[in-house]
């Protein structure tokens, strides 16, 4: 089992609140990404981050935040919830030391399921 | 720009049957791939690590075919409890995960 956690793992919120989803990892990792999924869609990159103090914005474009402070920790943040928010949010964690950069295993958070009102 | 295609599914076998799926890549400079399973409303999970000319772990086969750039799972004698997404996340981009394929086991 992988050790990478997520909290809320349910949220329902109203709009225009800020709201920060939590994930943490105590594998070591140095890689973190947020993914956002809706039911029966793909897994879309928002966020992700190589080590401390490094973090890129995916492909999907997004109105949330991310801060990498801590090796363990990635939160991420959405100042003014909206409705079309609304989704899955993922995060997950792999780590480079010992494989072929870019094909490391993901190891993947139980998720955050958001509903904003 | 997706360089992974998975076959489109999705896929209703009977308990017991063997189903195989195929991963088709365009990056030929890859070095190892991956299959990840999904349930329903859960986080995708690490099925099999696929490197070199393939591996099997009890029923679950996956091979990799350089020459056609594809990689495959084979499941045999299907169970209920296989039922899930199927992922194949783009070689070379750990970012890249694809649509999946859809597998539901009848009894």
């Known amino acids: 089992e992988a050790d990478i956690y997520q909290t809320p793992r349910y949220l329902v919120i109203g709009t225009g609140k800020k709201i920060t989803l939590e994930c943490s990892q105590t594998m070591g990792h140095d890689k973190m990404y947020w993914y956002q999924q809706d039911p029966g869609m793909e897994l879309h990159l928002i966020h992700y981050s190589y080590g401390v103090n490094s973090t890129e914005k995916g492909d999907l474009s997004s109105e949330s935040t991310v801060s990498r402070i801590r090796t363990e920790h990635f939160p991420l943040t959405l100042e003014s919830a909206r409705p079309s928010h609304t989704s899955q949010y993922l995060c997950?964690?792999?780590?480079?030391?010992?494989?072929?950069?870019?094909?490391?295993?993901?190891?993947f958070g139980p998720g955050t399921r958001l509903l904003v009102l | 720009r997706k360089e992974v295609e998975q076959d489109p599914g999705p896929f209703n076998v009977p308990e017991g049957a063997t189903v195989a799926f195929n991963c088709t890549y365009s990056n030929s400079a890859s070095q190892s791939f991956f299959w990840y399973r999904q349930d329903c409303r859960k986080e995708p999970k690490l099925l099999m690590s696929?490197?070199?000319s393939g591996n099997e772990d009890g029923r679950f086969t996956a091979q990799l075919n350089r020459a056609s750039q594809y990689i495959s799972l084979l499941i045999r004698d299907s169970k209920l409890s296989d039922s899930a997404t199927y992922l194949c996340p783009e070689p070379g981009n750990q970012f890249y995960f694809g649509t999946g394929t859809s597998l539901t086991v009848i009894p």
């Open positions: 997950a964690s792999s780590d480079s030391s010992g494989g072929v950069r870019g094909q490391e295993t993901q190891y």
């Open positions: 696929v490197y070199s």
